[in-house]
């Protein structure tokens, strides 16, 4: 099982951008499907969007389509980069790790490990 430790939050504009990293170590991360969701205050956890254990595939919220980006580099991180963020866009963000045995996708009972997770404001 792998640790994952999200990093890159801060305060923005409305309109601006910033990018998130998620760091995992213990496990064998190429094997293993990454995400991100994100919680506002008052409300449940939503998923963002996902990247296939290999990369060759990307999967995103309605909300994220267009304007985030997820990515994996051939060490142990992810990166998620948030453009033209909106108000809606405040929220905690988290990074989960899922095990080959369970896929990968927008569910978050198959991901296994979750991060702390990372602030993200967006001033209007």
């Known amino acids: 099982q792998v640790h994952v430790v999200e990093s890159g939050g801060g305060l923005v504009q409305a309109g601006g951008s910033l990018t998130l990293s998620c760091a995992a170590s213990?496990?064998?991360?190429?094997?293993?499907?990454m995400g991100w969701f994100r919680q506002a205050p008052g409300r449940e956890r939503e998923f963002v969007a996902a990247?296939?254990?290999?990369?060759?595939?990307t999967y995103y919220a309605d909300s994220a389509e267009g304007r985030f980006t997820i990515s994996r580099d051939n060490g142990n991180t992810v990166n998620l980069q948030m453009n033209s963020l909106k108000g809606e866009g405040t929220a905690v963000y988290y990074c989960?790790?899922?095990?080959?045995?369970?896929?990968?996708?927008?569910?978050?009972?198959?991901?296994?490990?979750w991060g702390q997770g990372t602030q993200v404001t967006v001033s209007s």
């Open positions: 989960a790790a899922s095990p080959p045995a369970t896929g990968w996708g927008a569910w978050d009972a198959q991901y296994d490990s």
């Open positions: 990247i296939r254990w290999d990369g060759g595939r």
């Open positions: 213990g496990g064998m991360f190429s094997d293993y499907s």
